[in-house]
């Protein structure tokens, strides 16, 4: 069975510093690998997704990479900004298409 | 594109009651539809799979007879909570599927805003 794991569990930070979130996966048998956030009392917002053939995804300030043979995604939010205060979530379907597991999430919070 | 509403978005209902929970895929039409839990500071936990015309696939601990699902459509799916009970108050959230385009079949689930229940 697919077992997420993420740390830090929570992480504080001043404004504008660059920071890693670490996801790592039992079963490196994925199609892809998802990182999403959340807001207190919200749903999830899809941040990015890498496909098991690629090594790494970009989305403006975001930048996630995948190592599939080591079990690991890390998630680099550069000039981190007060906005950016969420829990972060990673997920990996088991079979594409089915079910998500997800990880328990880094609770940031960037302090202006 | 690719939107999932939840309705309601809030609940407060008595010991003993029944809530029914909505989730519509707005612009696309949902190959599958996902239902999670959510209690505080705890990660998303699947409930069940849920299948236009079929059956749903509940997760191992989780009682079918205390959460009805029903998936009328490739648009609706409905997540009703029978006899609710104060331990039962959590967040719900819905995902719809959808099938992407491209030489490799892969399903991308988008995510409703949630449901917040709350069992007095």
């Known amino acids: 069975k697919q077992e997420v794991t993420q740390i830090p569990a929570a992480l504080s930070v001043p404004e504008g510093e660059n920071l890693v979130l670490n996801c790592s996966f039992t079963d490196s048998a994925i199609y892809n690998l998802q990182w999403f956030r959340q807001d207190p009392g919200k749903g999830l917002t899809s941040l990015l997704l890498i496909q098991s053939s690629q090594r790494e995804q970009t989305s403006g300030r975001l930048n996630a990479s995948l190592d599939k043979s080591s079990g690991r995604s890390t998630l680099y939010i550069a000039a981190s900004q007060p906005g950016d205060s969420a829990t972060y979530l990673c997920a990996v379907p088991e079979t594409s298409g089915s079910r998500l597991t997800f990880g328990e999430g880094t609770q940031l919070t960037v302090n202006p | 594109g690719a939107v999932v509403s939840q309705h309601p978005s809030r609940v407060i209902c008595k010991s003993g009651t029944s809530v029914k929970i909505e989730c519509r895929s707005l612009?696309?039409?949902?190959?599958?539809m996902f239902w999670y839990r959510q209690f505080p500071k705890q990660s998303l936990m699947l409930m069940a799979t849920?299948?236009?015309?079929?059956?749903?696939?509940?997760e191992q601990g989780v009682e079918k007879d205390k959460f009805l699902i029903n998936h009328a459509s490739l648009t609706l799916s409905t997540l009703t909570v029978t006899s609710a009970h104060p331990e039962d108050s959590s967040f719900y959230i819905c995902?719809?599927?959808?099938?992407?385009?491209?030489?490799?079949?892969?399903?991308?689930?988008?995510f409703g805003p949630g449901t917040r229940l709350l069992v007095l």
């Open positions: 849920s299948n236009e015309g079929s059956k749903a696939t509940y």
């Open positions: 612009d696309f039409q949902a190959t599958t």
């Open positions: 995902s719809a599927s959808v099938a992407s385009g491209g030489p490799l079949y892969q399903e991308t689930q988008y």
